[in-house]
T-cell receptor, first 114, second 115 residues
Framework: NAGVTQTPKFQVLKTGQSMTLQCAQD?????MYWYRQDPGMGLRLIYY???????DKGEVPNGYNVSRLNKREFSLRLESAAPSQTSVYFC?????????????FGAGTRLSVL | DQQVKQNSPSLSVQEGRISILNCDYT??????FLWYKKYPAEGPTFLIS?????DKNEDGRFTVFLNKSAKHLSLHIVPSQPGDSAVYFC??????????????FGTGTRLQVTL
């Protein structure tokens, strides 16, 4: 079982470049999430999609856009990367956002913006 | 404003002993709590959870205790094993908000189990 798959695993960008982080889940989950993890900050929610066709901002959405392409896929786009976006990005999914919300995470994308 | 706090960035415990990881929260609306475990270069994996109607939940070597009046929960690992060495995240949410229930994570505690 693949679970939650993120691509790429590593990426180096120059300031101002754009890129899209891809995420796919094979657990037939309705809800998907994007987090970033920075040293000493824990995981912070960037955007989430409660169900196919809906997206909402999380705690730190500035500088990012998302697309829920279908039930399986949820992508995160950086339109103009900044050094402050250097981080490890995790995608997660859960059956729903309601109730006992156990989220399953991908292995992460380590992004460096120079 | 950090609503979920893990004040110990790291903890070292000998193999076979008890590991106790602590977590404090400030939002009294939180009523569901989870612990996640994270190895290097991997994503967090769900470990154990507890809802606010309970004060203890046990799963094998792992037990979570909840003290609602103190807004404090702890994860006990007995006995600790070298494979338990990882970063542990505490997370909290509000059930039945009528809107999306989101997890708020703490900053993590790195546990090292030594031989």
């Amino acid at each position: 079982n693949a679970g939650v798959t993120q691509t790429p695993k590593f990426q180096v960008l120059k300031t101002g470049q754009s890129m899209t982080l891809q995420c796919a889940q094979d657990m037939n989950h309705n809800s998907m999430y994007w987090y970033r993890q920075d040293p000493g900050m824990g995981l912070r929610l960037i955007y989430y999609s409660a169900s196919e066709g809906t997206t909402d901002k999380g705690e730190v959405p500035n500088g990012y856009n998302v697309s829920r392409l279908n039930k399986r896929e949820f992508s995160l786009r950086l339109e103009s990367a900044a050094p402050s976006q250097t981080s490890v990005y995790f995608c997660a999914s859960s059956e729903s956002t309601a109730g006992k919300n156990i989220q399953y995470f991908g292995a992460g994308t380590r992004l460096s913006v120079l | 404003d950090q609503q979920v706090k893990q004040n110990s960035p790291s903890l070292s415990v000998q193999e076979g002993r008890i590991s106790i990881l602590n977590c404090d929260y400030t939002n009294s609306m939180f009523d569901y709590f989870l612990w996640y475990k994270k190895y290097p270069a991997e994503g967090p994996t769900f470990l154990i959870s507890i809802s606010s109607i309970k004060d203890k939940n046990e799963d094998g070597r792992f037990t979570v205790f909840l003290n609602k009046s103190a807004k404090h929960l702890s994860l006990h690992i007995v006995p600790s094993q070298p494979g338990d060495s990882a970063v542990y995240f505490c997370a909290a949410s509000v059930l039945d908000t009528g809107t999306a229930s989101k997890l708020t994570f703490g900053t993590g505690t790195r546990l090292q189990v030594t031989l």
